[in-house]
């Protein structure tokens, strides 16, 4: 029997000798040990012939609380021992608003600091990747990959019953996974959440007999979240991927390593510059450097190493190695709102009186239940063309509404085209809904209190870009999202909100919420309600966290970055693999999908070997 290996403790990654690091020869070379790189470390240190490092800005946090505990993580936003702390740039369309855009910055990246929730593209959705120009990036082809990097644990008896829930909604393609990711339905969802998904059932939004992982994803039911329900504790690409093999002698992971530069040997891809306890050091890559740093540090590593537009490394003085005027753009990212209501039974917001923390955390770490033990665990995708045909919409056609708000299918983009084909077949959900307890409201979520709906658009056509802002690698890049740029973002995420408050003043949801006046359906005018709509928009309309796209998988005059095997146009030796290659911004939670492309990636490189 082989001796097990031993994990490594938080002090032994932290006092890592950083001499001894630098000096060490590698074969790969990974930027970034967040949800992909940490997969991309296990499945390459499984040969023990490599060498593999792994350079991460943040710190390890291994055993953290608040990476542990499911209702911590908004705990964690704006916080910068977690969080990068990102922001756009004024955005035009948001009353010249500044977003958050918030990011992990700690052993594990996002898959740290997320909502946990597990949710998937359709099979249409991922097969637009493929018609994009991706061969090999089809539904059948990304699967598998689904499938393997989580273990799903089935729902109790109890929530089956709870949820009305049987085989074909509760994912049974799953049912012999055995991936690192441990994966399942909240234990304790209550009567909030049943009624949340009965009243979109009410409402016609019929849930597909279809296993979500593995076909259409459509309708209200609870959703996974990334949380081993033994112990109601955050699984993520720490405890899944890194901790179990953090011993192996072949993998070497160094944490506040700011990374500067990609380093060339002519046009290869030769090691990687960077800083540490304010130092400049470097490191050398015998195969190949693979950027795993997250849809906004990616392409900003990209242009300080020299590979973009030929304006923007003119402007900072960046010698170009490849000109590509790609890299940063195709910004794409979920685009949410929110609608808070009155409860009928007024509660204190837990995190608003320390009191109550302490005894949840106390109920948490001897029970494994209690307030803390869960986070959002229902979701409702819903189709536009049930969106357009509610009763406080003025109904309309999809087709005709798609008519009205877009050009002429001959002025459309390949992107644009396919997405809209999308939203007028039967497996395009326009947009998602999901709801917030009140007494887990952060504190400054809203000024009125309550239970929160909250609604993102899935399929936005709105794009921005990521660029530097400068040659310094410390100096964030300018985001700029471009929000609601593409009037028809507006346009369908104002006729959501009608629709949620519809469904707040239906039944069962309705026996939660105290009377109280409509915000956007009063009138009976369903113009007068939609203007009331979007002039919301402009104060509450926020990111849902999930940009992508900015080093995009796509044929270079596409638009593209990156080819089908992950490799940077134009040079040798450097590969991407984060959420920056996604072409197109998935249906729900983007995490299943970096889990599933660093996985697939993993295979891709092996292969070569």
Not at 110 to 116: F, G, L, P, Q, T
Not at 398 to 415: G, I, K, R
Request: net charge negative.
């Amino acid at each position: 029997m082989a001796t097990p290996i031993e994990p490594l403790s938080e002090e032994r990654i932290n006092n890592t000798n950083i001499d001894t690091f630098v000096s060490r020869t590698y074969d790969f070379v990974i930027i970034g040990g967040g949800t992909a790189g940490l997969v991309l470390a296990n499945r390459l240190s499984e040969n023990p012939d490599l060498q593999i490092a792994v350079l991460e800005a943040g710190k390890a946090k291994l055993n953290d609380f608040h990476i542990k505990v499911p209702a911590l993580a908004p705990s964690m936003l704006g916080n910068p021992d977690y969080d990068w702390g990102f922001k756009t740039v004024p955005q035009e369309h948001l009353d010249g608003r500044t977003e958050p855009q918030n990011r992990g910055k700690v052993l594990g990246g996002s898959s740290a600091i997320n909502y946990m929730m597990t949710t998937y593209s359709s099979t249409a959705g991922l097969d637009i990747w493929e018609g994009l120009g991706n061969k090999g990036w089809g539904s059948k082809d990304i699967r598998p990959y689904l499938h393997k990097f989580q273990t799903w644990r089935q729902p109790s008896v109890e929530t089956r019953e709870r949820f009305e829930l049987d085989a074909t909604t509760v994912q049974k393609s799953l049912d012999q996974s055995d991936g690192p990711i441990q994966t399942g339905i909240y234990k304790n969802l209550g009567p909030l959440e049943r009624d949340f998904v009965k009243t979109f059932r009410t409402l016609g939004v019929d849930s597909m007999p279809t296993d979500p992982v593995n076909g259409i994803s459509k309708g209200a039911y609870p959703i996974p979240a990334t949380v081993d329900p033994s112990k109601a504790e955050r699984s993520y690409s720490v405890t899944g991927y890194y901790l179990l093999v953090s011993g192996r002698n072949n993998l070497h992971v160094m944490t506040q390593a700011h990374v500067g530069r990609i380093l060339f040997d002519g046009s290869r891809a030769s090691g990687v510059a960077f800083i540490h306890d304010g130092k400049n050091h470097s490191i050398s890559a015998n195969r190949e450097v693979i950027l795993s740093a997250g849809t906004i540090q990616s392409p900003q590593i990209l242009e300080l190493s020299g590979i973009g537009s030929a304006d923007v490394l003119r402007q900072h003085g960046v010698n170009p190695v490849v000109v590509n005027e790609n890299v940063g753009e195709n910004l794409q990212d979920h685009i949410m709102t929110i609608l808070p209501f009155p409860p009928v039974q007024a509660d204190v917001p837990l995190f608003s009186d320390p009191a109550l923390v302490k005894q949840a955390m106390e109920e948490h770490a001897k029970t494994a239940s209690g307030p803390l033990s869960k986070f959002i665990g229902t979701s409702a995708f819903v189709p536009l063309a049930d969106i357009l045909s509610s009763g406080e919409n003025d109904s309309q056609d999809v087709t005709d509404f798609l008519s009205n708000y877009l050009p002429t299918e001959e002025s459309l983009s390949n992107q644009q085209r396919l997405i809209r084909n999308l939203l007028d077949g039967p497996e395009g959900a326009s947009t998602q809904f999901l709801i917030l307890p009140s007494y887990l409201r952060p504190p400054s979520a809203n000024n009125e209190g309550g239970h929160t709906i909250v609604m993102g658009l899935m399929h936005p056509f709105s794009r921005g870009n990521i660029h530097i802002d400068s040659p310094d690698p410390l100096i964030p890049p300018l985001i700029d999202p471009k929000y609601l740029s593409n009037p028809i973002d507006r346009e369908i995420l104002a006729r959501s909100l009608l629709y949620a408050e519809n469904a707040i003043h239906t039944a069962p949801l309705s026996s939660h919420a105290l009377e109280h006046d409509r915000k956007f359906t009063k009138s009976g005018d369903a113009e007068t309600g939609l203007q009331a709509a979007r002039e919301y928009l402009k104060k509450w309309a926020k990111t849902l966290y999930h940009p992508v796209g900015t080093c995009a998988m796509l044929p270079l005059e596409e638009g593209g970055v990156v080819g089908n095997d992950l490799r940077v146009y134009g040079v040798k030796g450097l590969r991407i693999v984060d959420a920056s290659v996604f072409p197109l911004v998935p249906q729900g939670n983007p995490q299943t999908l970096v889990y599933a492309v660093a996985e697939k990636a993993a295979d891709i490189i092996k292969s070569g070997l």
